[in-house]
Nanobody, 121 residues
Framework: QVQLVESGGGLVQPGGSLRLSCAAS????????MGWYRQTPGKQRELVAG???????NYADSVKGRFTISRDNAKNTVYLQMNSLKPEDTAVYYC???????????????WGQGTQVTVSS
């Protein structure tokens, strides 16, 4: 079994910063792509940022230049540094990881429980 545990959410004023972390644990052979998604009530979950196992990144247009995704493969952890936060960044943020096990070449997707980020004065 694999668990993704997120931390770092909270309330921040517009223009402020937060850093989210997501640590994966379990009988993991390797983690391929990792990413951060967000969701607001009544809307579909959307990709915020993704990172491959070799460090290639991609971002939603709305966060380019403000958010930075990174990962520590030794710790099976992905981070999201969020700067210049705006009220429209308010959402529940979820991490996702594509996990491989020793007993299968196929990767399986796992989600964290979500962490609330609220940007408000």
């Amino acid at each position: 079994q694999v668990q993704l545990v997120e931390s770092g959410g909270g309330l921040v004023q517009p223009g402020g910063s937060l850093r989210l972390s997501c640590a994966a644990s379990g009988s993991i052979f390797r983690i391929n792509d990792m990413g951060w998604y967000r969701q607001t009530p009544g809307k579909q979950r959307e990709l915020v940022a993704g990172i491959t196992s070799d460090g290639s990144t991609n971002y939603a247009d709305s966060v380019k230049g403000r958010f930075t995704i990174s990962r520590d493969n030794a710790k099976n952890t992905v981070y999201l540094q969020m700067n210049s936060l705006k009220p429209e960044d308010t959402a529940v943020y979820y991490c996702n990881a594509e996990v491989q096990f020793t007993w299968s070449p196929k990767a399986f997707g796992y989600w964290g429980q979500g962490t609330q980020v609220t940007v408000s004065s």
